[in-house]
């Protein structure tokens, strides 16, 4: 008898806890151990060679917390399982995931990468600045097979994109791809709306520290991907130490649980907030994506660091995908490190905010909105009176 296929809200409950019952557990056990005793030097030593050769997690108990932990890998079965892919592999951020990502390309020769605009303004830095050793050229996405050479590792997306929520055909560009792996940002999706793998990527990516964990109290990244390709993840994660600590890897898995119902009552929210900017003459241009979700990106024609000075209900700060709403001015914050031209060619002008929708009655954040907008509606005609005198 085949495996039967769970609906996604059920993969999100019992995903990385199948097992549980049968130990008498109800709840995940945290492993703290940095260390595992072992009396078979032999046996753990020709473990440890067998992930040296391709990276596979070693068959029996732990080794070391370098090597693995089994709390962190009950949340990268249930990811894998939720993303469609054979497997997993957790990091400390995502930062550090897109990093072994590109480690493991620049260790097989392949450092160049192809990129579309516009990505999270730190993932933009580490490929401009070749920080790696990795060499970027930026296309549209008509362009990536044009753009593709003997050495390119990878091709990189997000979509919908960061901070402008522009999406892509995913499944045009890994066609446009050919046998370079298609590596898609999934952050701002997450698997409730959209599965890139089924699309043609071959590595997803999230910033786990967002909707993933949905509280605002972990940081963490992942990649989802085939298991030939995890194995090179976790031997660059092993050799470099950008471990995912097993509470981070607790919260996560607790986090999942709910992923299906946050996305859905936070995009639910955002929907008829963008019917409400839409129609608010002080707002000059609304983003969002046709596959929905819970960001929100709009331009004013005031002052964008008014609204952020002017909320009261809704947080201004970094980050997103927490229960509560959030906003920021991504020319300042998270993609202030981008190039000013280059951050505008792609989209990002400096009157837009990017809003990240919670939980909240959307009375409440309406008429925390609504105010913040009046106050920058406000300042810029004063400042603009006083310019005229």
């Known amino acids: 008898m085949g495996t039967r296929v769970r609906a996604l809200a059920t993969e999100a409950v ?90 493991v390309r620049n260790a097989m020769g392949l450092r160049h990468v192809v990129a579309v605009r516009p990505l999270y303004g730190c993932s933009d830095h580490l490929l401009t600045a070749g920080l790696l050793g990795s060499e970027v050229t930026w296309v549209d996405p008509a362009g990536i097979t044009g753009a593709l050479r003997a050495d390119t590792g990878l091709v990189l997306v997000e979509s919908p994109a960061n901070p402008t929520l522009a999406e892509l055909d995913l499944r045009a560009i890994a066609h446009s ?32 520290t967002k909707y993933l964990g949905g509280h605002g109290d972990v940081m963490a990244g992942v990649v989802a991907c085939d298991e030939e390709f995890a194995g090179r993840l976790r031997q660059v994660r092993f050799a470099t130490g950008g471990v995912l600590h097993p509470l981070a890897g607790y919260l996560l898995l607790r986090g999942l649980s709910t992923l299906p119902v946050r996305v859905r009552a936070a995009s639910a929210n955002a929907a008829e907030l963008v019917r409400r900017l839409r129609a608010d003459p002080r707002v000059a241009r609304v983003h969002y994506p046709r596959l929905g979700g819970a960001m929100i990106a709009f331009e004013i024609h005031g002052d964008p660091h008014e609204v952020i000075a002017g909320v009261r209900l809704v947080t201004p700060a970094v980050s997103l995908g927490s229960v509560d709403t959030l906003i920021q001015h991504p020319a300042s914050i998270s993609h202030r490190i981008v190039d000013a031209e280059d951050r505008r060619g792609s989209g990002v002008s400096d009157r837009l905010l990017r809003l990240s929708v919670g939980l909240e009655d959307v009375e409440d954040l309406w008429r925390d909105l609504d105010e913040a907008l009046g106050s920058a509606q406000g300042g810029g005609a004063v400042r603009e009176m006083a310019a005229e005198r």
């Open 14 to 103: 019992h995903a990385g806890r199948d097992d549980l019952a049968q130990q008498g557990l109800h709840a995940p056990p945290i492993d703290l151990s940095t260390t595992y005793p072992s009396y078979d030097s032999r046996g753990e030593a020709a473990r440890i060679d067998a992930f040296a050769t391709d990276g596979a997690e070693p068959d029996g108990p732990p080794v070391y917390g370098r090597l693995g932990n089994p709390t962190v890998a009950r949340f990268e079965t249930a990811l894998a399982r939720l993303e469609g892919t054979q497997s997993a592999v957790a990091f400390a951020s995502g930062m550090a995931a897109l990093s072994a990502v590109l480690l």
């Open 177 to 208: 791809c050919g046998s370079v792996p298609l590596l898609a940002d999934n952050t701002f999706a997450t698997p409730v709306l959209q599965r890139p793998a089924e699309l043609g990527a071959r590595l997803v990516l999230h910033s786990a």
